[in-house]
């Protein structure tokens, strides 16, 4: 049920309140809001106002603004945590905000070997599946969860870490190989209907499901869509923890670095996959071929255990 607009918590409410200036007002017009240069981060107005920044440059617009750019460098000096992001939307972010006529969630095994090339089971995958061994990272795995969690998803993602001892071929790198790892999401795999299935995919496919999660809001989190600039802040974040980036790596480097590591979307027909709302699987392999990450999320309603 969606919140009422006086029990919006003022977080989410700000971050409204900017989205809706920014889609209602030209950026011409909303340069008298930053006449006065921001002393202190506490203030709702300076977050209302960081927002907007955060929005426009979703849009391509307000750089280049005498005005807006100079609160734009106060809020990187008083360490706003939207002033780091770039004030332009990046080449990976391109299908941010962008519906498709046709195209929603990939719900079926068939919707998503119409969109993504399939890659195949080998026997190499499933030997290295059989020989990587788990790594406990909660604080990265929190990262990766962000959108999911901030935005009321049912069910806490599963977030997972393996290291290799030694490179995985990246023909190897498929369903046989994710098979065999110990997952959740795959518990009862092969007891429903239907054959697990991966698909190669690209950074930006990724990252931009990782904004829509953020986004929109979970189905039975309705009002908890976290506005387009945090959205923006909390995809990156996961992107950043997925590939084990530091995090004052500038963003066009990991933009640059995330075409080097191997992306898979995959779906199984398990007690996890539901098939009827979200379901969302990505595993991620490093260029020296030692280190995969696995993100699962789903928004049916389950149990809720988190999974870091």
Same mark, same amino acid.
């Given at each position: 049920?969606?919140?009422?607009?006086?029990?919006?918590?003022?977080?989410?409410?700000?971050?409204?309140?900017?989205?809706?200036?920014?889609?209602?007002?030209?950026?011409?017009?909303?340069?008298?809001?930053?006449?006065?240069?921001?002393?202190?981060?506490?203030?709702?107005?300076?977050?209302?106002? *960081?927002?907007? =920044?955060? @929005? !426009?440059?979703?849009?391509? $617009?307000?750089?280049? %603004?005498?005005? +807006? /750019?100079?609160? *734009?460098?106060? =809020?990187? @000096? !008083?360490?706003?945590?939207? $002033?780091?992001?770039? %004030?332009?939307? +990046? /080449?990976?972010?391109?299908?941010?905000?962008?519906?498709?006529?046709?195209?929603?969630?990939?719900?079926?095994?068939?919707? +998503?070997?119409?969109?993504?090339?399939?890659?195949?089971?080998?026997?190499?995958?499933?030997?290295?599946?059989?020989?990587?061994?788990?790594?406990?990272?909660?604080?990265?795995?929190?990262?990766?969860?962000?959108?999911?969690?901030?935005?009321?998803?049912?069910?806490?993602?599963?977030?997972?870490?393996?290291?290799?001892?030694?490179?995985?071929?990246?023909?190897?790198?498929?369903?046989?190989?994710?098979?065999?790892?110990?997952?959740?999401?795959?518990?009862?795999?092969?007891?429903?209907?239907?054959?697990?299935?991966?698909?190669?995919?690209?950074?930006?496919?990724?990252?931009?499901?990782?904004?829509?999660?953020?986004?929109?809001?979970?189905?039975?989190?309705?009002?908890?869509?976290?506005?387009?600039?945090?959205?923006?802040?909390?995809?990156?974040?996961?992107?950043?923890?997925?590939?084990?980036?530091?995090?004052?790596?500038?963003?066009?480097?990991?933009?640059?670095?995330?075409?080097?590591?191997?992306?898979?979307?995959?779906?199984?027909?398990?007690?996890?996959?539901?098939?009827?709302?979200?379901?969302?699987?990505?595993?991620?392999?490093?260029?020296?071929?030692?280190?995969?990450?696995?993100?699962?999320?789903?928004?049916?309603?389950?149990?809720?255990?988190?999974?870091?």
């Amino acid at each position: 049920m969606a919140a009422r607009a006086g029990k919006i918590p003022g977080d989410r409410l700000q971050r409204s309140v900017a989205e809706k200036l920014v889609e209602a007002q030209q950026p011409r017009d909303l340069e008298a809001l930053f006449g006065e240069l921001p002393q202190r981060l506490d203030d709702p107005a300076v977050e209302v106002r *960081a927002c907007i =920044l955060g @929005e !426009l440059a979703l849009m391509g $617009a307000g750089r280049g %603004r005498p005005v +807006l /750019d100079a609160y *734009a460098a106060r =809020l990187r @000096e !008083l360490r706003h945590p939207l $002033a780091r992001l770039p %004030r332009t939307r +990046l /080449d990976v972010e391109h299908r941010f905000g962008v519906r498709v006529r046709g195209l929603g969630s990939v719900k079926t095994s068939e919707q +998503l070997r119409a969109r993504f090339p399939e890659v195949s089971a080998t026997d190499g995958g499933a030997e290295g599946g059989r020989r990587a061994v788990e790594s406990v990272e909660a604080g990265r795995a929190g990262a990766v969860a962000e959108p999911f969690v901030v935005s009321g998803w049912s069910r806490v993602p599963e977030v997972r870490f393996f290291a290799l001892p030694s490179p995985l071929e990246p023909d190897d790198f498929n369903i046989a190989f994710i098979k065999q790892l110990p997952l959740d999401c795959l518990a009862g795999e092969g007891t429903r209907r239907g054959v697990a299935v991966s698909c190669r995919t690209t950074p930006d496919d990724v990252i931009n499901e990782l904004f829509a999660a953020a986004h929109h809001g979970g189905v039975n989190g309705q009002g908890k869509g976290q506005g387009g600039a945090y959205a923006r802040l909390y995809a990156w974040n996961s992107l950043y923890a997925l590939m084990g980036l530091p995090g004052d790596l500038p963003f066009l480097d990991a933009a640059r670095l995330a075409a080097e590591y191997r992306w898979l979307r995959f779906m199984a027909f398990s007690d996890w996959f539901h098939h009827d709302t979200a379901d969302i699987a990505f595993a991620v392999l490093d260029p020296g071929g030692t280190r995969v990450a696995v993100l699962a999320a789903t928004d049916t309603d389950a149990d809720s255990r988190p999974y870091f």
